[in-house]
Nanobody, 124 residues
């Protein structure tokens, strides 16, 4: 069992930046692929970015390419999402997730564990 805890959300003005963190329990974090997702109110959850177990492979959805960056620190059991040039349409609950395979999957169906989420609100 893996427990994931997100942090770093909050209220930011358009054009600003936030860095989300997701810290995992357990000693096997370095084996997991990690993903960042978001779910705006009334909409489906979408994958924004993912990173494989080594940090060497990443995935980004088109809407965040060039603005968001995913990274991980296996020594700290933590994965990060740096978000720059934020827009009001980035407002959502943001979740991190882990998959057993260790890959940078871009689909929620491939993930086994989920955090509780952190709210990001971008004001115009």
């Amino acid at each position: 069992q893996v427990q994931l805890v997100e942090s770093g959300g909050g209220l930011v003005q358009a054009g600003g930046s936030l860095r989300l963190s997701c810290t995992a329990s357990g000693r096997t974090f370095s084996r997991y692929g990690m993903g960042w997702f978001r779910q705006p109110p009334g909409k489906e959850r979408e994958c924004l970015a993912a990173v494989d177990w080594s940090g060497g492979a990443t995935y980004y959805t088109d809407s965040v390419k060039g603005r968001f960056a995913v990274s991980r620190d296996n020594a700290k059991n933590t994965v990060y999402l740096q978000m720059n040039s934020l827009k009001p349409e980035d407002t959502a609950t943001y979740y991190c997730a882990a998959n057993f395979v260790g890959a940078a999957y871009g689909s929620a169906d491939n993930y086994n564990f989920w955090g509780q989420g952190t709210q990001v609100t971008v004001s115009s």
